[in-house]
């Protein structure tokens, strides 16, 4: 018998639920419980942490999964890799549905760099205006730039004060356009840009009106995941899941 797990939070995920909803797959959609209200899945659906690599290991098994898909953030890292050495342990397939990383065009003005602690130190020294287009994770690393006012969009309403001494927050659910993004650079005036290489549509229009607007973009680069397969498309997925003997309900 077929049983999916599919790690979930992205639009990717949300695109494969509904293929393997209306293929009749027997598959769970997790999500990791960061956002107050996720987009709702045609799969059963559970929101929450695992409890590491152990507690993953237990739902396995418990649950009978046969088959992972992990379509998780790209900068998911912790969850990925916790994937990769559940699967291992208990001899379930696993993919990884991927989107590709952004790559730089004529006319972008980017500078990667491996993690926060180094986008903070690209930052200019004299205070400039910076689009943090980064979630809401690791806000407290730009502390160490107390110069800079600081615009933030997020998903949900923070709670409380904002992390940083000077920012303002937009709250807003992608995907986003470059006429509104266009938009917010040019109102808000800013001047830099942060942002995770996420790779994807629904985040790229900040960067496609930067282009436009010659602001320099400072761009993290993704973290080290161990090695396991990988898919670039729902056709791409679907062609694994077959591969490796998934099949839906009543096949």
């Known amino acids: 018998m077929t ?128 689009f943090l287009a980064i979630g809401k994770q690791h806000l407290e690393a730009f502390n160490a730039a107390p110069q800079h006012h600081y615009l933030l969009r997020l998903v949900d309403p923070p709670e409380g004060a904002l992390p940083l001494p000077d920012a303002t927050a937009v709250i807003a659910r992608g995907p986003f356009d470059v006429q509104g993004d266009s938009e917010l650079l040019r109102s808000e005036a800013i001047t830099h840009i942060v942002a995770k290489n996420a790779g994807g549509r629904g985040a790229e229009a900040k960067l496609i009106a930067a282009r436009a607007l010659g602001i320099p973009v400072i761009l993290i680069d993704r973290p080290y995941v161990p090695q396991r397969s990988i898919c670039g498309s729902v056709a791409a997925v679907l062609d694994w899941l077959a591969a490796h003997g998934a099949t839906p309900r009543g096949v």
């Open 3 to 130: 049983r999916l797990l599919l790690l979930g939070g992205t639009t990717e995920a949300s695109l494969l639920a509904k293929t393997l909803a209306e293929k009749g797959f027997d598959a769970v959609f997790s999500y990791a419980g960061r956002t107050e209200k996720p987009v709702a899945q045609p799969l059963p659906t559970r929101i929450g942490g695992f409890g590491g690599i152990a507690g993953l290991v237990r739902y396995l098994q418990a649950e009978g999964i046969t088959h992972v898909i992990d379509a998780t953030h790209p900068f998911a890292a912790q969850m990925s890799a916790h994937a990769v050495a559940a699967c291992a342990e208990t001899g379930v397939d696993l993919c990884a549905f991927e989107r590709a990383p952004w790559v730089a065009q004529a006319g972008d003005r980017w500078l990667h760099v491996p993690d926060l602690a180094a986008a903070v130190a690209a930052l200019p020294q004299y205070p400039a205006r910076v």
